[in-house]
Structure formats: C-alpha cells, structure tokens
T-cell receptor, first 111, second 115 residues
Framework: AQSVTQLGSHVSVSEGALVLLRCNYS??????LFWYVQYPNQGLQLLLK??????LVKGINGFEAEFKKSETSFHLTKPSAHMSDAAEYFC?????????FGTGTRLTVIP | GAGVSQSPSNKVTEKGKDVELRCDPI?????LYWYRQSLGQGLEFLIY????????KSGLPSDRFSAERTGGSVSTLTIQRTQQEDSAVYLC?????????????FGPGTRLTVT
C-alpha cells in the first residue's frame, strides 16, 4: 500500500526566507513521488516529480525536492520565498491507476 | 490550448437530491480521473477511465456514486441521494496514455455543498 504524510498543515515564512515543506512516504514498491501546488480556486499544478532517476529533482518556480530512501522522505524546498508562492502544496505517491495525496500544507508568505 | 474544464463551478443541493458533475478533458487525453477534496483530508481517488477499458471504480465510497464517460471524452460523475458528508470539491484530471499518472492535468473543480 502507498501513502504519504505531510507534516504541518500550515507553514508561515517571511518573504525571502527558506521554504521547507515536509513529506514522508510509505510504499511497498519503489515509489514515484510528486509535489503539486494549488492556488485559490484553481486546480492542481504539477511542481515536480521523482521517477527513480536523480534523487534531487528540480521543478518549476525555483522549487526542488530530494528523495531520501533512508528517511522515506521527499521534502520540498525553495531557497527564497516570494509572495506568489502562497498556496496549498500536496505531496503524492503513485498508485496503480491514480495518485495517493497527502492532506496538504498551506504556505503563507509574510511580507 | 484549452485545459480540463468542469461544470458547474459551484453546486448547492438539498440533502437527498441527485447531482451530476461534468468534466471535459483535454482533447486527445485518453485517461480521465475523478478525485474528491474534502476539507482537511487531501484528495481522495474516486474513479479512473482509460480509453475503452473497464474503469477502475475502486475509490468510489458508496453505491450512490457512479460515473460514465461517453465517447471516450466527456465524463459525468453522478451522486444519488446526496448526503451532507458528500460536500467537497470534486476534481477531474486527464492525461495521455503515455504519461498516465506521471502527468495529470487538473480542472478547477466543482464545489458541491449539500444543505
């Protein structure tokens, strides 16, 4: 069975500060992992995905995530937060015909 | 090009009524997914269609929920005898056969409120 756990339903950072959103996974098979972003009243947009190639994955808008098998983690980071990064972020793991999503982390950026 | 569209964007219904939610996938996308986003519960998979294959209905929460996909394109999610716990945002996504779950494109969702 596959699942992901996102630690922290709300994260606040100051503009220009490091963004760190945490995701831990559980998978009975080698995992394929994803981060999606959802802006208000919009659908989800793929930020990046890990598909067993490089463990450090770079995505859009300056985000990146590192797959760490020993820690079963796939945390999302961005060196410097922008106001436009305020949104809800979802971690997900591949299932047979779908993705299993975490409960989401709402990121607030303080000016 | 056009993305995934869903209608209506908002739906308010009384408990016990039936509702139909529509999804228009991206042209040429053979795979279509429905998810439900409840407050504080992330996204829950409901059903998956791929071409003319039998759909994967393993995520449907009860027999009050059903979905069909006509002509391999538009899909309708039907909820019969709605209950208050059905209140949620229903999201549709589509992808190409090759990309599958690795590249899903999501619509803006339909917010369903059951009073």
């Amino acid at each position: 069975a596959q699942s992901v756990t996102q630690l922290g339903s709300h994260v606040s950072v100051s503009e220009g500060a490091l963004v760190l959103l945490r995701c831990n996974y559980s998978s009975s098979v080698p995992p394929y992992l994803f981060w999606y972003v959802q802006y208000p009243n919009q659908g989800l947009q793929l930020l990046l995905k890990y598909t067993s190639a490089a463990t450090l994955v770079k995505g859009i808008n300056g985000f990146e995530a590192e797959f760490k098998k020993s820690e079963t983690s796939f945390h999302l980071t961005k060196p410097s937060a922008h106001m436009s990064d305020a949104a809800e972020y979802f971690c997900a793991v591949r299932g047979a015909n779908n993705l299993f999503f975490g409960t989401g982390t709402r990121l607030t950026v303080i000016p | 090009g056009a993305g995934v569209s869903q209608s209506p964007s908002n739906k308010v219904t009384e408990k016990g009524k039936d509702v139909e939610l529509r999804c228009d996938p991206i042209s040429g996308h053979t795979a279509l997914y429905w998810y439900r986003q409840s407050l504080g519960q992330g996204l829950e998979f409901l059903i998956y269609f791929q071409g003319n294959s039998a759909p994967d209905k393993s995520g449907l929460p009860s027999d009050r929920f059903s979905a069909e996909r006509t002509g391999g394109s538009v899909s309708t999610l039907t909820i019969q005898r709605t209950q208050q716990e059905d209140s949620a945002v229903y999201l549709c996504a589509s992808s190409t056969l090759l990309a599958g779950v690795y590249e899903q494109y999501f619509g803006p969702g339909t917010r369903l409120t059951v009073t």
